[in-house]
């Protein structure tokens, strides 16, 4: 497959058409200016983001099993640009596909559930990668690099991996799970400059919001103020719930640490389609809570 014909069943998840609209709106963006294909899984239903497998096992597996199955009836890998999509769907898909050699009896229990749907069963014959290794590793660094219109020179990004994108599955092909490059080579190859901190690869806080507030927001602040510590104009995630925690929450978070931040927090579909000379406007950029504006004032597009 190369990059002049990449083709791919789109799984946009619940946040990016709730939420995070502007994720939604930033990767059909890029990907049209790329001549990247997506083909939108309409059908597919919500991985459950983890919270299946504490009730069901056998229900995560199901229900995910049906999300790679609709992708595979399109004979296409299933791209995802959550990482806690990829972290969910993709050790589903890991699972499973071990299970067809070692346990084929409860591939078969998950397909029986399918096949009373009405479904297409799971065959294990597609892979599920999320945008930022589509990117990497099927339309390339160099090719990415040949479409910039707008150097993003003298921008200085931190890269907020997450934990789903990196350990949820045990093979990780297109990246190093404990010392990443993948989004730093991507802010090179735009002309921006890579922050190394701590806290990039660790987990945002998003799940203990719900029952742990003040821990949740501490965590984010931590993240925020070491970036900041090395010079960062501003955070770049690849994870609409790292970005819910760290942007839509950043004002929180400054009440439970004290501490103003105000780090604009980025899509990684967004800055790269900014390299494009993609309009702010078409991005969503306006829909951040912590105002993006000083990043567009500094790159001259404001």
């Known amino acids: 497959m190369s990059f002049q014909n990449l083709r791919y069943a789109y799984f946009p998840g619940c946040v990016a058409q709730g939420a995070c609209k502007e994720l939604y709106q930033s990767t059909q963006a890029l990907t049209q200016a790329l001549g990247i ?76 559930f399918l096949q009373k749907e009405g479904c297409s069963p799971y065959q294990g014959s597609t892979e599920v990668k999320h945008l930022l290794y589509a990117l990497v590793a099927d339309y390339g660094i160099e090719e990415i690099q040949r479409k910039v219109t707008k150097n993003l020179q003298g921008l200085k990004c931190a890269a907020f991996y997450g934990c789903y994108l990196l ?54 602040g931590m993240h925020i103020q070491e970036a900041l510590a090395e010079g960062a104009d501003c955070m770049v995630t690849p994870c609409p719930l790292c970005h819910l925690n760290l942007d839509s929450r950043q004002p929180e978070v400054e009440k439970v640490i004290g501490k103003q931040l105000k780090l604009p927090v980025l899509h990684l579909s967004q800055l790269i389609a900014l390299s494009l000379g993609i309009p702010p406007k078409q991005l969503g950029l306006e829909r951040h809570i912590v105002s993006t504006k000083p990043i567009l004032e500094k790159l001259g597009i404001a």
């Open 37 to 112: 294909e997506l083909v939108e899984l309409k059908k597919a239903a919500c991985c459950g983001s983890g919270t299946y497998k504490e009730d069901s096992q056998l229900l995560e597996d199901t229900v995910n099993a049906r999300n790679i199955a609709l992708a595979e009836s399109l004979n296409l890998p299933l791209l995802t640009h959550c990482s806690t999509c990829q972290g969910v769907i993709g050790h589903v898909d890991e699972r499973l596909k071990q299970a067809q050699q070692q346990n084929p009896a409860y591939v078969t229990q998950v397909n029986g």
């Open 167 to 220: 350990r949820a599955q045990s093979s990780m092909p297109y990246d190093d799970p404990i010392r990443p490059e993948a989004m730093e080579n991507v802010f090179r190859a735009i002309g921006a400059t890579p922050v190394y901190y701590r806290g990039r690869t660790q987990c945002c806080g998003w799940p203990l919001a719900s029952y742990a507030t003040t821990e949740s927001f501490k965590m984010a």
